[in-house]
């Protein structure tokens, strides 16, 4: 069999929104590596965002920040930043409109001074999750406290929280076109978050980069997700695979659609194509 080179969104994916990770997914990494297929995360969230126990499966190599940054081996090998004029518009914008964020580094965050807060409220709202620990609501909280400006420098992209409906449209509207605007994919960050990074900056570039330097083809390439942040990633590789609860966006460019991730979708969407 030709190996094949396979990227892995991580929420809604390899993990449920109540932050559950699957053991049929680790089984399914694990078995599709043991059988000479390359298998990278690629996610939205930051390097230091990555649950413990997801990188802890072990991977090829990692896409974070929705294209920003990829590592292979653990060694950072592209990075691709918004410049410290675009951080500093990006951070007045949303602050002139009292929208929280969270800047994204390589390997830190940067919460905005009420994002906590507003996280807060949307736990004791429940409609984050109704299956949720309340310990690793406290650690979540913990992470997004204010600990002072956010650097200008090495930022790759930036979540902005929302459920105003009309919070998405003022920020995809009002930063412009020379900017990278879609739809958030947590659902703790409101319906109608977002993210933004530098155009051209997204999931199925970065494949393209880092497959091109490693000499291996993109017809050969598979990926999974279910949110805005992978449709690019699905529409470059060979082939392109939705899980059952992914947005109609996603399902719509995606080559087939797997179950839903309660119901082991990586593992049966792996299994069918007999990667594993």
Known sequence: ????TIFLDVDGTLIDHDQHLAP??????????????LVFLSTGRSRSEIPDEVLAIGFDGVISAGGGFTERHG??????????RDVEEIQSFLSSRGIEYIMQGYDAIHPSRGAAERLSSALASGRVGSERDGADDDELLARL????????????????????????????????????????TIPYLGEAGGEVSRRGVDKGAAIERLLAAEGLSLDDAVAIGDSANDLEMLEIVG??????????AVKAVADEITRPVSQD???????SHGLI
């Open 75 to 84: 060694v950072l090998v592209d990075s691709r930043l918004l410049t410290a």
């Open 145 to 184: 406290s204010y600990r002072g400006a956010a650097p200008t420098e090495g930022i790759a992209k930036v979540t902005f929280l929302g459920d105003h409906p009309r919070t998405f449209v003022t920020v995809r509207d009002g930063l412009g076109d020379g900017f990278h605007v879609i739809t958030g």
């Open 239 to 248: 082939l392109g695979i939705a899980m059952g609860n992914a947005d109609a």
């Open 1 to 4: 069999m030709t190996a094949r």
């Open 265 to 271: 979708g990586v593992w049966h969407a792996l299994r």
């Open 24 to 37: 049929s997914a680790i089984a399914a990494v694990g078995d599709a590596r043991r059988r000479g297929h």
